[in-house]
Antibody, heavy 117, light 110 residues
Framework: EVQLVESGGGLVQPGGSLRLSCAAS????????MRWVRQAPGKGLEWVAD????????FYVDSVKGRFTISRDNTKNSLYLQMNSLRADDSALYFC??????????WGQGTMVTVSS | QSALTQPPSASGSPGQSVTMSCTGT?????????VSWYQHHPGKAPKLIIY???KRPSGVPDRFSGSKSGNTASLTVSGLQADDEADYYC??????????FGGGTKLTVL
């Protein structure tokens, strides 16, 4: 059974940093692109970042470029999102998801990030 | 990156069919056959119900079907059931922009 379990969310002040983690199990982690998707309160889903299975290629939505870094440790079956210079509009439920045929076929339950003073 | 356009709400009675649209551009929906649809019950993980425009993952009932014409993709839910009440999101590959999602459609089963 595939499992994706996010952690690391919390309350942080504007300008602060946070590192999200996603523990994966039940599939050959290093063989798949992985991504972060977020949902702000009362809003729709928004793709945040993608990373290739070997970790050597990544992509970001414009609004987080230069502030967020997606990474992975295939020895630990873990995905990460380092978030710096956080802003109020980064407040959201952050999901990690597994790629399949340019879709997300497996999702975690999400971890909440709140940016507020 | 602009989101795909979805109507904010849709509704139908049990047993009826409802179709939801997802309008993009010639840079995403119109050019790539990588449109996917997700069912999201608030508080739960989103669930993939359609990928590559028309394909259903194993375990998804054939009451759910997808299609595309030009820049608009559609999701049809037939034989509506109470548990179908949820938010539905479309998504598309968008080339160098990578990914775009729609704003979501809230489906109400009357």
């Amino acid at each position: 059974e595939v499992q994706l379990v996010e952690s690391g969310g919390g309350l942080v002040q504007p300008g602060g940093s946070l590192r999200l983690s996603c523990a994966a199990s039940g599939f050959p982690f290093s063989s798949y692109w992985m991504r972060w998707v977020r949902q702000a309160p009362g809003k729709g889903l928004e793709w945040v970042a993608d990373i290739r299975g070997d970790g050597y290629e990544d992509f970001y939505v414009d609004s987080v470029k230069g502030r967020f870094t997606i990474s992975r440790d295939n020895t630990k079956n873990s995905l990460y999102l380092q978030m710096n210079s956080l802003r109020a509009d980064d407040s959201a439920l952050y999901f990690c998801a597994k790629d399949f045929a340019w879709a997300c076929d497996e999702w975690g339950q999400g971890t909440m990030v709140t940016v507020s003073s | 990156q602009s989101a795909l356009t979805q109507p904010p709400s849709a509704s139908g009675s049990p047993g009826q069919s409802v179709t939801m649209s997802c309008t993009g551009t010639s840079s995403d929906v119109g050019v790539y056959n990588y449109v996917s649809w997700y069912q999201h019950h608030p508080g739960k993980a989103p669930k993939l119900i359609i990928y590559e425009v028309t394909k259903r993952p194993s375990g998804v009932p054939d009451r759910f079907s997808g299609s595309k014409s030009g820049n608009t993709a559609s999701l049809t839910v037939s034989g509506l059931q109470a548990d179908d009440e949820a938010d539905y999101y479309c998504s598309s590959h968008a080339g160098i922009i990578r990914w775009v999602f729609g704003g979501g459609t809230k489906l109400t089963v009357l």
